[in-house]
C-alpha cells in the first residue's frame, strides 16, 4: 500500500518562508508523478494551488510555488500571510496502476 | 465561472445504498475527466474515482472497488457516484473535483455533499 508522507504540522512567522514537502513509500517522487498542492481552509473545500510540479493556476497567489526537492515535491510559501494558516496537501499519481494518492496533509500555522 | 454542485448525500444504514450527483457548468463538461475525492470527518483527503470524457478509462481506489460505480452523462453535464454495500467507513464528505487539461491534474472542486453511513 503506497504511502504519501507530508509534514504533520509546521509554524512560519508573518512574512516568512516556508517549505513543505511530500514524499512518496515507492521512492523518489518525480514529474511523471505530476504533483499537485491543494490549500483547504476550515470549513471549506480544497483549493488547487500548484499543478504538474510547478505550474500555478491563474487564482494561485505568486508566493506559492512548487518544486521537486531531494526526491519529494515541495511547496514553498514566501512572505507568509496571516491568510495562508490552512491545511495542504499533496496529491501524486501513479499512472503504472492509474491511481491518485494524498497525502496526510500539513497543518501550516502562521504566529 | 466553473462551478460544480454536489447532491445527494444523506444518513444511509450500514449495507444501504446512495447515488450522488455533480452537476456541472461553466466548461465544456465532455471534454475534461472527472473526479470524486472524499474527507472523513476530521481526516484526510482520499481520492475515490476518476472517469475519462467518453466513459472509457474509470479507475476506483481499492477500498470501493466492486461497491462504487462512477459514471457520467455528458448531455446533461452530470457526474455520479453509485454507492453499494455502505459501510461506517465510508462517511465522509464527496467532492467532486473537475481534471485539468492534463488529466492527472486537478483544477475545480465542489462544496462537497455529506453521506453518513450509520444505524
Known amino acids: 500500500q503506497t504511502v504519501v508522507t507530508q509534514e504533520p504540522s509546521l509554524t512560519v512567522s508573518p512574512g516568512g518562508t516556508v517549505t513543505l514537502t511530500c514524499a512518496s513509500s515507492?521512492?523518489?517522487?518525480?514529474?511523471?508523478?505530476?504533483p499537485n498542492w491543494f490549500q483547504q481552509r476550515p470549513g471549506q473545500a480544497p483549493r488547487a494551488l500548484i499543478y504538474?510540479?510547478?505550474n500555478k493556476h491563474s487564482w494561485t497567489p505568486a508566493r506559492f510555488s512548487g518544486s521537486l526537492l531531494g526526491g519529494k515535491a515541495a511547496l514553498t510559501l514566501s512572505d507568509v500571510q496571516p491568510e495562508d494558516e490552512a491545511e495542504y496537501y499533496c496529491?501524486?499519481?501513479?499512472?503504472?496502476?492509474?491511481?491518485?494518492?494524498f497525502g496526510g496533509g500539513t497543518k501550516l500555522t502562521v504566529l | 465561472e466553473v462551478q460544480l454542485v454536489e447532491s445527494g448525500g444523506r444518513l444511509v444504514k450500514p449495507g444501504g445504498s446512495l447515488r450522488l450527483s455533480c452537476a456541472a457548468s461553466?466548461?465544456?463538461?465532455?471534454?475534461?475527466?472527472m473526479n470524486w475525492v472524499r474527507q472523513a470527518p476530521g481526516k484526510g483527503l482520499e481520492w475515490v474515482s476518476s472517469?475519462?470524457?467518453?466513459?472509457?478509462?474509470?479507475y476506483y481506489t481499492d477500498s470501493v472497488k466492486g461497491r462504487f460505480t462512477i459514471s457520467r452523462d455528458n448531455a446533461k453535464s452530470s457526474l455520479f457516484l453509485q454507492m453499494n454495500s455502505l459501510r461506517a467507513e465510508d462517511t465522509a464528505v464527496y467532492y467532486c473535483?473537475?481534471?485539468?487539461?492534463?488529466?492527472?491534474?486537478?483544477?475545480?472542486w465542489g462544496q462537497g455533499t455529506l453521506v453518513t453511513v450509520s444505524s
Open positions: 473535483a473537475k481534471s485539468a487539461i492534463t488529466v492527472t491534474d486537478f483544477d475545480y
Open positions: 461553466g466548461f465544456t463538461f465532455s471534454t475534461y475527466s
Open positions: 472517469i475519462s470524457t467518453s466513459s472509457t478509462y474509470i
Open positions: 515507492t521512492g523518489a517522487v518525480t514529474s511523471g508523478n505530476s
Open positions: 504538474s510540479t510547478s
Open positions: 496529491l501524486l499519481y501513479y499512472g503504472d496502476a492509474q491511481y491518485w494518492m
